[in-house]
């Protein structure tokens, strides 16, 4: 979504209000989300001849979980405050992938700082239980019947390294009695 900014550009108006609703697909963007759903206000705005965005949104970030991989949502909210060109007319570095001719790109803006904010590790609930590594069964739903400890084929040969003295109990060795 390009916002027209030349009207602040050649002072004619010195505020332009932004109030939308902006969509992401997973074939849009390249982070591991089924949607985002974002609801944006605030204004771009003339300041000393300088041009600034200030905005606030609340997104609906639709995600698998990231132990069961069912899908939930997560909600993200944030105020964002940036100079776009200064009173020279000098773009900052940041902004320049985002202006093209006298149009402010919102849509590439947002999705910018939701990268920067999503979290890495989104669950479905905080006592979820993910899912069994051997059957791959969900485990918030159904109890598998796979060995309750398994043992990686690589540490194998480790298996009965204390079998002698007296085995592996608890995580730790039981010691032998001199």
Do not use: W
């Amino acid at each position: 979504m390009m916002i027209d900014i030349s009207n602040l550009l050649i002072r004619k108006d010195n505020e332009i209000p932004i109030d939308c609703e902006i969509i992401y697909t997973s074939e849009q963007i390249d982070l591991n989300v089924d949607r985002i759903e974002v609801a944006l206000s605030g204004r771009l705005f003339r300041q000393n001849d300088s041009i600034f965005v200030d905005v606030e949104y609340k997104a609906n970030i639709i995600l698998p979980c990231s132990r069961c991989l069912e899908i939930t949502n997560y909600v993200l909210e944030n105020n964002l405050y940036d100079m776009l060109c200064d009173s020279k007319g000098t773009v900052h570095e940041e902004m320049e992938n985002l202006l093209n001719g006298h149009g402010f790109s919102i849509k590439e803006y947002l999705l910018d700082d939701l990268i920067i904010n999503e979290d890495s590790q989104v669950l479905c609930s905080d006592d979820c239980l993910g899912l069994c590594p051997e059957c791959g069964i969900n485990l918030n739903y159904e109890k598998c019947t796979c060995e309750e400890m398994s043992i990686d084929s690589r540490f194998s040969a480790l298996k009965d390294f204390f079998a002698d003295e007296g085995g592996v109990e608890n995580g730790s060795t039981k010691e032998k009695d001199v």
